[in-house]
């Protein structure tokens, strides 16, 4: 199963936008979820996670202060808050799965699955 990042979109630096992440057929409420992200001509890096219950998170420090990450449980999605954004937080994001049972601590891709198509992200000076 695939999980689908969406909402993103052309957004002026300063600005917010509101990312979910979803899943057809199966509930996010048994996974640690974590978000990341890609811009162009740069290697996939991890932006945040929180962990299956939604009680831990952990966002890197380039966005910590800005994004805020959260479970929804009655939409069964997990979302990404990104407020006062920059222009080099442009890229695509998606959204994967992990199911360590010390959850929102793994930061590598190693660690993830269910990768789908992301969503793109631009933010204008």
């Known amino acids: 199963v695939q999980l689908q990042a969406s909402g993103g979109g052309l957004v002026q630096a300063g600005g917010s936008l509101r990312l979910s992440c979803a899943a057809s057929?199966?509930?996010?409420?048994?996974?640690?979820i974590g978000w990341f992200r890609q811009a162009p001509g740069k290697e996939l890096e991890f932006v945040a996670v929180?962990?299956?219950?939604?009680?831990?998170?952990y966002n890197i420090p380039a966005v910590k202060g800005r994004f805020t990450i959260s479970r929804d449980k009655v939409k069964n999605t997990v979302d990404l808050q990104m407020n006062s954004v920059k222009p080099e937080d442009t890229a695509v994001y998606y959204c994967?799965?992990?199911?360590?049972?010390?959850?929102?601590?793994?930061?590598?891709?190693?660690?993830?699955?269910?990768w789908g198509q992301g969503t793109q992200v631009t933010v204008s000076s």
């Open positions: 057929g199966r509930t996010l409420g048994t996974s640690n």
């Open positions: 929180i962990d299956w219950l939604g009680d831990k998170v």
């Open positions: 994967a799965a992990e199911n360590s049972p010390d959850g929102a601590k793994h930061m590598g891709t190693q660690w993830y699955h269910d």
